[in-house]
């Protein structure tokens, strides 16, 4: 998956719009509808996944009669590409992440500690 | 890193240190690195941007990119020491990354500990002009039932000082402030009679369109060091069809204004803000060429916002985020043509993204703050003792939506205006980590929130950030900095002495 554009082929028409059909194996479902989410500007979206979690078909509409919905599509497969790289990412760094979080404030009171136990007044 | 040889028996035996071979170090770093916290976003076709929880910044391709979080990015190559010197990757030799990355991060949230600031009195509703864009829902000027009253100058004053923030920036808004002359005076002197026990910096500024200036206004102005902001949309032809004052030609008011205020208080003591409007989006350069006239060395280009007069009017919508980054785009680079020809020229919007990509500090300017600053960085006392959460908000308020209302400085405690759902709540949904499409965002670190205008235009506090103009906009105008620092040298040059200025 190396996030050029996708071969011509990705997308497939029908009456409701471009179709592309994503494979489980390959992606998972919190990519696709982060990208949908992403694209909700330019495209209304149908999320659909199969009974057996095989294979995630995605339906998408160009709002804009302008756009090149093809192009959408390839966009819109990138961007699934994108969000799995942040998913790896996300899980890497979740721990890290809390200890930095902690170690930056473990010096700081924002509350100061002796009015922690009585009500706020003023 | 320092290794011990053999030594000699001295007292002082680090002397004697010598640093060992290079394929020493090599051979301590490891075969493999971890990632630490990222997030990143198209910079253009061919480039991604990203960046980490403090603002450093890396530009590079997306197979790149891909290598890196996979792991599988060769160590020791020119990336693998970029990413590591700017604290995206730790591995063996990275004993105090960790360090430095939660001291710098407690480093950028400093502001948050430092609380209000930014303390706005609204002395009156009244005003001269008629400008169609008017945020504000201004009355007329003989309409004496919205001016401040002093006992709510006290109580607001009062209110001021709980804030523990040790500096406090006194701005005076309206309508018009000066029209209310006599509060402005009051509150002044009150606050420097309070400060002699609080003593904390105090800075006052009075905004104004500067028709009523008196000079007697500009000898209070001088014995207590006020500054003044005012508004200048551009040439006068520009400036009069944003700024109507009937009867009076209100350029030539404020040009006389600005005059005098640099002759008696001095030459810096003036600024001016300009509003775009549709007939300024054509105009870019004589508006900067107008402000360089004027005697000023910065502007800050502002889009239109969606309160008060202005939609009424219909101006609001009269343009897109795109067409206003397109105007912004030609002032910059007109703003930098001016740079490179000898005249030191600043746009301030820019710069205080600036600071955040290049500076370890954070921001006071409250749109662009995560929480946003609503009440926790500027908080606004209007005329009838209702506060509210920012200007905004209380132009809200002016058109019948009180959602932001925190309180009333008569009837309530600082805690109960302070810990209001009208403040809690939309701070919540401007927590840019944790709301949809910004938590991911690669420019997360130089950017904001404003719920106050997504609660206008969307419907909630968070927005639909694929069409909200707040967020096209300033992803327009930071991934336009970011290209200018990476791809053109002279561009870079001025952009940098605006971000890293003496004083930050």
């Not at chain 1, 989410?37 to 160009?62: M, W």
């Not at chain 2, 509703?125 to 003989?142: A, G, M």
């Not at chain 2, 795109?322 to 746009?347: H, R, S, T």
């Not at chain 2, 970011?482 to 040059?493: G, H, M, V």
Request: aromatic fraction near 10%; include cysteine; charge should be negative.
């Amino acid at each position: 998956m190396s996030g050029t554009v996708p071969h011509a082929d990705i997308a497939r028409a029908d009456a409701d719009g471009l179709r592309v059909r994503f494979d489980c194996r390959a992606y998972d479902l919190l990519s696709i509808q982060k990208a949908a989410y992403k694209f909700g500007d330019r495209c209304h979206v149908l999320i659909s996944p199969d009974e057996e979690n095989t294979y995630v078909d995605v339906v998408l509409q160009a709002k804009r009669t302008l756009d090149n919905p093809r192009f959408l599509a390839g966009e819109f497969c990138n961007e699934v590409l994108d969000q799995q790289l942040r998913q790896i990412v996300a899980k890497e760094t979740a721990g890290v992440r809390d200890l930095l979080l902690a170690q930056a404030f473990s010096r700081t009171n924002l509350i100061t500690p002796e009015l922690d136990s009585e009500p706020v007044q003023g | 890193m320092i290794r011990e040889q053999s030594v000699p028996d001295c007292p002082l035996p680090v002397l004697h240190r010598r640093f060992t071979e290079e394929h020493e170090y090599r051979a301590s770093a490891g075969a493999s690195y971890s990632l630490l916290p990222l997030r990143f976003i198209h910079l253009d076709a061919d480039r991604y941007l990203v960046t980490n929880l403090v603002g450093e910044h890396v530009v590079t391709d997306r197979s790149s990119l891909d290598s890196f979080i996979r792991k599988k990015l060769r160590m020791h190559s020119p990336l693998y020491s970029e990413l590591k010197s700017k604290h995206f990757l730790w591995d063996a030799d990275s004993a105090v990354a960790l360090d430095l990355l939660a001291t710098k991060y407690r480093t950028k949230q400093a502001p948050l500990s430092q609380f209000t600031s930014l303390h706005m009195f609204v002395t009156t509703l009244r005003c001269d002009h008629t400008c169609p864009y008017c945020q504000v829902s201004r009355q007329t000027e003989d309409a004496h039932a919205y001016d401040m009253t002093t006992e709510i100058a006290d109580r607001a004053v009062d209110f001021m000082f709980m804030s523990p923030s040790p500096l406090l920036k006194v701005e005076f808004q309206g309508g018009e402030s000066l029209l209310n002359f006599g509060i402005v005076r009051y509150i002044v002197e009150r606050v420097e009679v309070c400060n002699k026990d609080e003593r904390r910096d105090i800075e006052f500024v009075i905004a104004t369109n500067l028709a009523p200036l008196t000079d007697s206004m500009l000898d209070f102005c001088l014995d207590h060091n006020v500054l003044i902001s005012t508004s200048l949309d551009g040439p006068e032809a520009l400036h009069n069809a944003n700024r109507p004052r009937p009867g009076r030609n209100s350029y030539l008011l404020a040009v006389d204004g600005i005059k005098r205020v640099r002759e008696k208080l001095g030459p810096h003591r003036i600024a001016a803000l300009m509003t775009t409007t549709r007939a300024s989006l054509s105009q870019p350069r004589a508006i900067i060429d107008e402000y360089i006239q004027q005697g000023f060395r910065s502007i800050f280009l502002r889009m239109i916002s969606p309160y008060g007069f202005a939609t009424r009017t219909g101006m609001s919508g009269d343009y897109t985020a795109d067409e206003w980054l397109d105007f912004y785009y030609q002032a910059l680079d007109y703003i930098l043509e001016l740079n490179y020809g000898g005249l030191a020229f600043v746009e301030e919007y820019a710069a205080i993204i600036l600071r955040k990509i290049l500076t370890p500090y954070g921001t006071g300017f409250v749109d662009l703050r995560s929480p946003a600053g609503i009440g926790i960085a500027g908080i606004i006392y209007n005329y009838d003792g209702g506060v509210y959460a920012s200007d905004e908000s209380r132009m809200l308020a002016e058109m019948g939506d009180d959602t932001f209302r925190m309180g009333d400085l008569l009837a309530d405690t600082y805690s109960e205006i302070m810990l209001s759902p009208a403040l809690v709540e939309p701070l919540g949904g401007s927590i840019a980590e944790c709301v949809p499409y910004c938590s991911d965002c690669g420019l997360l670190p130089y950017c904001g929130s404003d719920p106050c205008r997504h609660h206008r235009t969307h419907g909630d506090f968070v927005g639909f950030k694929p069409t909200s103009a707040f967020c096209i906009k300033n992803m327009g105008v930071i991934k336009h900095l970011i290209r200018l620092l990476e791809d053109d040298k002279d561009a870079s040059r001025v952009l940098k002495s605006w971000g890293q200025p003496a004083t930050c």
